[in-house]
Structure formats: structure tokens, C-alpha cells
């Protein structure tokens, strides 16, 4: 059995879905690795390192997608990739399916059996596997990072002979695995922290990193998914949440934004006119910045972008933030990976699919042609 690992394609991808570290686990599965030459050195691992560790190394561009009977990638092929994947073969990576469904059939009109890792279920078993969960811890510690640089003032208090310097005050709306990080990074570095989130049970873990639950008459017992998402509001509850967050967005110097509801456009939480009602040098870090949507949390962010409003406002819009720090990123991701391909790969070098074992079956995308996981067949056909 072949593995193959690409290098990424995409602009700003330091990544590898792959590390040294892991390739001597592989190996010890029975399989060969092929990894696509300049595949780690975003992540600071050279071509050397994953011979050293076992690797054969690929010289010809994109010649992973065509040699390997499993290919690990991080995003969705390309057209030509995926025309390029022999008939038949698997696919694991972040797929993004429901955003790319041409890709999705490309792939069906291939036979390839594809698996999106961000589907993992939240269940016990499945946890070493969560790439959501890993790649979102770094995402909140990058942006409570991010948004100490572009603020003006100092996180800590500070007592000296010049004088009492106030700390920081940072306010971070959604508490999921990003945002407390996020609370946890900011409280580390010494600012006062502030949370909210739709999902009440949450209250407690954002106490036991250091910050202060904000609590609101909108929220609701019920928000959240048996999955643990947060579900997707009303339009009525949203506008009053809104109303009654203002004052905690508007006090704050920083606001590190990140609620999300899975497969959806992030839920608008910081319209335009409270962004004018902050003060000059206040900071918006929104980590649900989305491309398609045209924004994040924030109405005014701009994806893939840092710009200051004509009001003096920073807003971080920078999309993929773990790659910013991709050594330790890629460890997690490289982590994740194995411990899924552990399942496909039982260790005798062939590989055994249960498309009846509660995670393949949460993650399968594509199979023997046919698109078969539920949602992705309906924004397929939609």
C-alpha cells in the first residue's frame, strides 16, 4: 500500500498534512510513503528529514496524486488533481465538501473514496482524530496573539514608578475549542477577559481558563447540537443578542470573534454601526472571517485581510491562522491524520473499509462513484 502526501497548492499554505515524526508510524503499518518533494518545508521539515525517516521523495510536481493508492492532502483537489488520481484510490483530508461540490463530483466520477476529516463525530473514539479541534486551539492562541500585536495598549497591568498602567480589556464571543484559547492565551498574557456564547453549558469552562461568562436573557439551554455545535439561531434571538452584546464589544479593546455553526455562514454578530461605537485603536480579530460569506462575525470584516476602518478600528480578517505557526500545527494535524488512517490501515499493509464503523461512516464523502454522505448529496444536487 502507497501513501502519498502532496505539497499543498494553495497560497499561504505553510502546513504539511504529514510530519517526519509520523512517517516512521506509517512505515510500521506496513505501508511505503511517498511524499511529494518541498511537501514540509512550510513546517520546517526537509526533504532529507523524511527520507531520514523513511520517505521515498517524489521529484516530479503533483506526482503524489497520481502514485498514491491513499493520498493525504490538507484542502480539496484541484480539477486536474483530482483527474489525476488513479480510479478507485482514497482521499483523506479537509475537504470543505459543502463549499466545493464540483470537486465532490469530480471526485464520485473517479471511484475515488474520499474521506473529509472535518465530519469527524464528537465522540471519545474519534478524538485524536478531531482536525477541527486541533486546528482550532491553534487559531485561538494565534488570534489572542494577533490581537495583542495591533492593539495600542499593553495586555498586563503594570505598576511602576511612571505610574499604574491598566490592563487590557478583551472581550471574545464564542467559546468553543478556539475561544477558550483564546480567553486562555489573553488571560495568560495579563488582560482582563470576557466571554460569551449561545450554549449556557459552556459557562463553566470559560471560568476554568480565566474568564468571566457574560451571561444573556437570550440564551437558551437547548443551543446546542447533540454533536456539541452551537445551533443556529433565530433571526429575532440573533438581533437581540446583538443589542445586548454591543456594550461589552464597544468597552472592549480587543475583541477576539469566533462563533460558528458547522456547514453554515457565520452568524453576524458585530454589525457596522457598533463597530463605529468602538474607540479609536480598538482591535476585531474575527477568526470566522469566510470567504464566501463575504465577512465574519463582524459585518465589516474584510476575509483574508488586516485593514483599520475610517473610525481608527483594526479589524483582522486573516484567513487559515494555524499556518502561521505550522511546526506545532502540522504536529497536531500530522497526529489527527494517523490516528485516523490507523482505522483504514489496521496494520498489514492493505487496506480494510467498515463503512458501518461510526466514524468512516460520519467522514465518507465519495464511494464506488456515488456521493454518499446525506448533506453533501443534497448541496451536491442543490
Given at each position: 500500500m502507497k501513501i502519498a502526501v502532496p505539497k499543498q497548492s494553495r497560497q499561504g499554505e505553510t502546513r504539511v498534512p504529514v510530519v517526519p515524526a509520523v512517517i516512521k508510524k506509517l512505515t510500521g503499518l506496513g505501508v511505503t510513503v511517498l511524499v511529494e518533494s518541498g511537501a514540509g518545508v512550510g513546517a520546517h521539515h526537509s526533504d532529507s528529514d523524511y527520507e531520514q525517516a523513511g520517505a521515498s521523495?517524489?521529484?516530479?510536481?503533483?506526482?503524489?496524486?497520481?502514485?498514491?493508492?491513499?493520498?493525504?492532502?490538507?484542502?480539496?483537489?484541484?480539477?486536474?488533481q483530482a483527474a489525476a488520481m488513479p480510479e478507485g484510490c482514497v482521499l483523506v483530508g479537509m475537504l470543505a465538501p459543502l463549499k466545493n461540490p464540483q470537486i465532490v463530483k469530480a471526485l464520485a466520477q473517479r471511484k475515488v473514496t474520499s474521506f473529509s476529516l472535518e465530519f469527524m463525530p464528537r465522540i471519545t473514539r474519534a478524538q485524536p482524530m478531531d482536525v477541527l479541534s486541533s486546528q482550532a486551539n491553534v487559531s485561538g492562541y494565534v488570534s489572542a496573539v494577533l490581537g495583542a500585536e495591533a492593539c495600542?495598549?499593553?495586555?498586563?497591568?503594570?505598576?511602576?514608578?511612571?505610574?499604574?498602567?491598566?490592563?487590557?480589556?478583551?472581550?471574545v464571543l464564542g467559546a468553543g475549542v478556539a475561544g477558550l484559547q483564546a480567553i486562555a492565551?489573553?488571560?495568560?498574557?495579563?488582560?482582563?477577559?470576557?466571554?460569551?456564547?449561545?450554549?449556557?453549558?459552556?459557562?463553566?469552562?470559560?471560568?476554568?481558563?480565566?474568564?468571566r461568562f457574560i451571561e444573556l436573557p437570550t440564551t437558551r439551554p437547548d443551543a446546542q447540537t447533540t454533536g456539541g455545535y452551537a445551533k443556529q439561531q433565530s433571526e429575532e434571538d440573533r438581533k437581540r443578542q446583538v443589542e445586548l452584546m454591543a456594550k461589552h464589544v464597544s468597552a472592549a479593546d480587543v475583541v477576539i470573534a469566533t462563533a460558528a455553526v458547522f456547514g453554515k455562514e457565520p452568524p453576524l454578530l458585530i454589525p457596522q454601526d457598533?463597530?463605529?461605537?468602538?474607540?479609536?485603536?480598538?482591535?476585531?480579530?474575527?477568526?470566522?472571517?469566510?470567504?464566501a460569506a463575504g465577512r465574519g462575525n463582524c459585518a465589516a470584516t474584510k476575509p483574508g485581510e488586516r485593514y483599520t476602518t475610517d473610525s481608527g478600528v483594526v479589524i483582522e480578517g486573516s484567513a487559515n491562522l494555524p499556518a502561521r505557526v505550522p511546526v506545532h500545527s502540522s504536529q497536531l494535524l500530522a497526529n489527527n491524520v494517523f490516528a485516523f488512517l490507523k482505522e483504514i490501515l489496521p496494520g498489514e499493509g492493505w487496506l480494510k473499509l467498515d463503512l458501518e464503523d461510526e466514524i468512516q461512516k460520519a467522514v465518507l464523502i465519495?464511494?464506488?462513484?456515488?456521493?454518499?454522505h446525506t448533506l453533501v448529496l443534497g448541496a451536491v444536487s442543490g
Open positions: 521523495i517524489l521529484r516530479e510536481a503533483d506526482s503524489a496524486w497520481s502514485q498514491g493508492e491513499v493520498v493525504v492532502a490538507i484542502h480539496p483537489p484541484t480539477p486536474d495600542p495598549k499593553m495586555f498586563p497591568m503594570m505598576i511602576t514608578a511612571a505610574g499604574t498602567i491598566a490592563p487590557a480589556r478583551v472581550f492565551t489573553a488571560k495568560r498574557l495579563g488582560a482582563v477577559v470576557e466571554a460569551y456564547d449561545v450554549r449556557p453549558v459552556v459557562r463553566e469552562q470559560v471560568l476554568s481558563v480565566g474568564g457598533v463597530v463605529n461605537q468602538m474607540k479609536p485603536g480598538s482591535v476585531i480579530v474575527d477568526i470566522a472571517a469566510d470567504a465519495t464511494h464506488q462513484g456515488n456521493v454518499v
